[in-house]
T-cell receptor
Framework: DAGVTQSPTHLIKTRGQQVTLRCSPKSGHDTVSWYQQALGQGPQFIFQYYEEEERQRGNFPDRFSGHQFPNYSSELNVNALLLGDSALYLC???????????FGPGTRLLVL | GEDVEQSLFLSVREGDSSVINCTYTDSSSTYLYWYKQEPGAGLQLLTYIFSNMDMKQDQRLTVLLNKKDKHLSLRIADTQTGDSAIYFCAESPLTTGANNLFFGTGTRLTVIP
């Protein structure tokens, strides 16, 4: 049973560029959440997707957007990258809103 | 708003018990979680407790919940060097209408051989 997978594992971008990160949820899961973990901090909730709609959003600007596909996989897009967007981006999946979330290995983004 | 606090560091000797503490603010939280993060890795779910429980035991792990004081602890018995990692406490408040998590800053556990 495959767990949550994310791609790519590492990414280097420059300020002002755009980036797309990808996530495939654990088998049987239909809800995907994205978190940003800055160095030395706990993860912070970005948003959650369910039934291809953004259901909840944390305190992140509109530069952060996402998408969920019919197969439940998801993308996180960040536009106009800032140095402060450098972080580990974690995807988590669950079965709808009441279930425990399981995390992927993350994508480490470095913005220069 | 939600605020989860943890002490930053804990050192224990191999074979001793470790106790990691956490305080949270949202009394509506239905579930409280402990996650483990090893260097360069994602988060591994260790255990969780439903808010109407006081204690949960799972092999070497014991979770204690004091709902009145909004205090959660994780006890690791017979701590091993492989337990060295960062441990995050997280709450899932009912008020958000979803199961998104609010994390503390993590406690770095160092196990001394």
């Amino acid at each position: 049973d495959a767990g949550v997978t994310q791609s790519p594992t590492h990414l280097i971008k420059t300020r002002g560029q755009q980036v797309t990160l990808r996530c495939s949820p654990k088998s049987g899961h239909d809800t995907v959440s994205w978190y940003q973990q800055a160095l030395g901090q706990g993860p912070q909730f970005i948003f959650q997707y369910y039934e291809e709609e953004e259901r909840q959003r944390g305190n992140f600007p509109d530069r952060f957007s996402g998408h969920q596909f019919p197969n439940y996989s998801s993308e996180l897009n960040v536009n106009a990258l800032l140095l402060g967007d450098s972080a580990l981006y974690l995807c988590a999946s669950s079965r709808d809103r009441v279930e425990t979330q399981y995390f992927g290995p993350g994508t480490r983004l470095l913005v220069l | 708003g939600e605020d989860v606090e943890q002490s930053l560091f804990l050192s224990v000797r191999e074979g001793d018990s470790s106790v990691i503490n956490c305080t949270y603010t949202d009394s509506s939280s239905t579930y409280l979680y402990w996650y483990k993060q090893e260097p360069g890795a994602g988060l591994q779910l260790l255990t969780y407790i439903f808010s109407n429980m006081d204690m949960k035991q799972d092999q070497r792990l014991t979770v204690l919940l004091n709902k009145k004081d909004k205090h959660l602890s994780l006890r690791i018995a017979d701590t091993q060097t492989g337990d060295s990692a960062i441990y995050f406490c997280a709450e899932s408040p009912l008020t958000t209408g979803a199961n998104n998590l609010f994390f503390g800053t993590g406690t770095r556990l160092t196990v001394i051989p």
